[in-house]
């Protein structure tokens, strides 16, 4: 079982940035991405007056892997960790480990939370104190072809839809609806938001860490297991439904099947890119259409998934006043706008939608931003690792999946694996 704070070996780790007597030097590890993050430390290194200067270290790609190189390093009390990009996901282990500085002065507090998205303050949050700031958040629409809505008959921009419809709508049309079924942290996403959007939670009470009770047996996780499994034993099921992460199910719906699919912001870039290389036809941007993250059940509204990164502060640093600084300069307005029209990563405060240059960039940034208001987190938990492991492994294979059989034994494993009865 992982364990919220992972005893490793002390490792000899050298301290970064030998700044005796001279500027400090913050040491920021950055999630990768096309350069934003370092073009936002060399902006606000300028923008210090000579206070403080910012360089960056590359995390690996994979989010797991990320949060391994972090956990080693301030598990051996590296002071070099001034800054760090983390998921979300993350920032309650790293927090009842005492990995973060938690920000306590109601100025800074207020400072830092300042028209920042509802759902995505929520995750920043350990034992009702700020252990990380809000850098970018994230979450899903619905994404569909035009031209299959029409024929179906529907108008997803028009109201609110549910999986149901949109599968019958697929099923009717000879097309498919797109969705990330591997198992990874990504089906672990779709889950956690059809359960959240059903109106229930995979944890009834996350703060309780692994005397944490499982709560997925009951009508929510019921609703969430008959759509994933309904969806991939249907017509409208991908061929590579469960091998399928955001970029096959973004392939997918460009493709002569694609009829629906719900995913990343991203992808809307990414499609206009592809017509500027040549890779796709403009008829098929043409023909995306956007809405919310569809509906559980038609009376309820869904809870869509929320992703983004966290600016955490290392506990151990030697410059936590400049830190707190440099916090308070890459995560303003301003630099949430910017970050989000250069990186394509929407903003965390609900005031940088209304920048011009964001609203350009992303025609549906009004629906981005009333998404990640109302997004559905995923546990927050010092043992998210073994949550999700637990979950996807008893949800997968997709077709797999059957209510009440899959949640009652997702509970029985997770518990199992919680109290240190079962290893993953």
Same mark, same amino acid.
């Given at each position: 079982?992982?364990?919220?704070?992972?005893?490793?070996? $002390?490792?000899?780790?050298?301290? /970064?940035?030998?700044?005796?007597?001279?500027?400090?030097?913050?040491?920021?590890?950055?999630?990768?991405?096309?350069?934003?993050?370092?073009?936002? &430390?060399?902006? /606000?290194?300028?923008?210090?007056?000579?206070?403080?200067?910012?360089?960056?270290?590359?995390?690996?790609?994979? @989010?797991?892997?990320?949060?391994?190189?972090?956990?080693?390093?301030?598990?051996?009390?590296?002071?070099?960790?001034?800054?760090?990009?983390?998921?979300?996901?993350?920032?309650?282990?790293?927090?009842?480990?005492?990995?973060?500085?938690?920000?306590?002065?109601?100025?800074?507090?207020?400072?830092?939370?300042?028209?920042?998205?509802? @759902? *995505?303050?929520?995750?920043?949050?350990?034992?009702?104190?700020?252990?990380?700031?809000?850098?970018?958040?994230?979450?899903?629409?619905?994404?569909?072809?035009?031209?299959? &809505? %029409?024929?179906?008959?529907?108008?997803? @921009?028009?109201?609110?839809?549910?999986?149901?419809?949109?599968?019958?709508?697929?099923?009717?049309?000879?097309?498919?609806?797109?969705?990330?079924?591997?198992?990874?942290?990504?089906?672990?996403?779709?889950?956690?938001?059809?359960?959240?959007? =059903?109106?229930?939670? #995979?944890?009834?009470?996350?703060?309780?860490?692994?005397?944490?009770?499982?709560?997925?047996?009951?009508?929510?996780?019921?609703? %969430?297991?008959?759509?994933?499994?309904?969806?991939?034993?249907?017509?409208? =099921? $991908?061929?590579?439904?469960? !091998?399928?992460?955001?970029?096959?199910?973004?392939? !997918?719906?460009?493709?002569?099947?694609?009829?629906?699919?719900?995913?990343?912001?991203?992808?809307?870039?990414?499609?206009?890119?592809?017509?500027?290389?040549?890779?796709?036809?403009?008829?098929?941007?043409?023909?995306?259409?956007?809405?919310?993250?569809?509906?559980?059940?038609?009376?309820?509204?869904?809870?869509?998934?929320?992703?983004?990164?966290?600016?955490?502060?290392?506990?151990?640093?030697?410059?936590?006043?400049?830190?707190?600084?440099?916090?308070? /300069?890459? !995560?303003?307005?301003?630099?949430?706008?910017?970050?989000?029209?250069?990186?394509?990563?929407? *903003?965390?405060?609900?005031? &940088?939608?209304? +920048? $011009?240059?964001?609203?350009?960039?992303?025609?549906? @940034?009004?629906? #981005?931003?009333?998404?990640?208001? +109302?997004?559905?987190?995923?546990?927050? !938990?010092?043992?998210?690792?073994?949550?999700?492991?637990?979950?996807?492994?008893?949800?997968?294979?997709?077709?797999?999946?059957?209510?009440?059989?899959? $949640?009652?034994?997702?509970?029985?494993?997770?518990?199992?694996?919680?109290?240190?009865?079962?290893?993953?």
């Amino acid at each position: 079982m992982l364990v919220a704070a992972l005893l490793v070996a $002390p490792l000899a780790l050298a301290g /970064c940035g030998g700044d005796e007597g001279g500027t400090p030097t913050l040491t920021w590890y950055i999630n990768p991405d096309n350069g934003g993050q370092k073009t936002l &430390a060399a902006q /606000c290194s300028d923008a210090s007056g000579g206070a403080y200067r910012i360089t960056t270290q590359v995390l690996p790609n994979d @989010a797991t892997a990320q949060r391994e190189q972090l956990i080693r390093r301030l598990a051996a009390g590296d002071s070099s960790v001034d800054l760090m990009s983390l998921d979300p996901v993350f920032v309650a282990e790293f927090a009842n480990a005492g990995y973060l500085t938690t920000i306590t002065d109601e100025a800074d507090v207020a400072q830092l939370t300042a028209d920042v998205l509802p @759902a *995505a303050l929520e995750a920043a949050y350990w034992k009702d104190e700020l252990v990380a700031t809000p850098f970018w958040a994230n979450t899903q629409l619905l994404w569909y072809r035009k031209s299959v &809505a %029409a024929a179906a008959g529907i108008d997803p @921009a028009a109201g609110p839809v549910t999986w149901e419809q949109l599968i019958e709508a697929a099923e009717a049309q000879g097309k498919t609806f797109a969705v990330q079924g591997n198992r990874y942290e990504g089906y672990m996403v779709w889950i956690n938001a059809l359960t959240m959007s =059903a109106g229930g939670q #995979i944890l009834s009470d996350p703060e309780a860490g692994d005397e944490a009770t499982p709560s997925m047996a009951g009508p929510a996780g019921d609703a %969430a297991a008959e759509i994933v499994g309904g969806l991939a034993r249907s017509a409208a =099921a $991908p061929p590579g439904i469960s !091998t399928s992460d955001e970029e096959e199910a973004r392939s !997918t719906f460009q493709g002569g099947r694609g009829g629906f699919m719900v995913n990343w912001p991203y992808v809307y870039a990414a499609a206009k890119s592809a017509v500027e290389a040549g890779g796709l036809d403009q008829s098929v941007v043409d023909d995306i259409g956007w809405a919310r993250y569809p509906r559980v059940e038609a009376g309820q509204a869904s809870r869509p998934p929320l992703g983004g990164i966290n600016l955490g502060i290392g506990k151990f640093s030697k410059h936590q006043e400049e830190a707190l600084a440099a916090v308070k /300069c890459i !995560t303003s307005v301003e630099h949430n706008a910017q970050y989000m029209v250069e990186a394509g990563n929407p *903003a965390a405060r609900a005031a &940088a939608y209304d +920048d $011009p240059a964001v609203k350009e960039a992303f025609p549906m @940034a009004d629906l #981005i931003r009333e998404s990640i208001a +109302d997004a559905g987190p995923r546990p927050i !938990t010092p043992y998210y690792g073994d949550v999700s492991s637990s979950v996807q492994r008893v949800w997968h294979p997709a077709n797999s999946v059957r209510a009440p059989q899959t $949640p009652e034994e997702t509970d029985k494993y997770m518990a199992e694996v919680l109290s240190g009865e079962r290893l993953l």
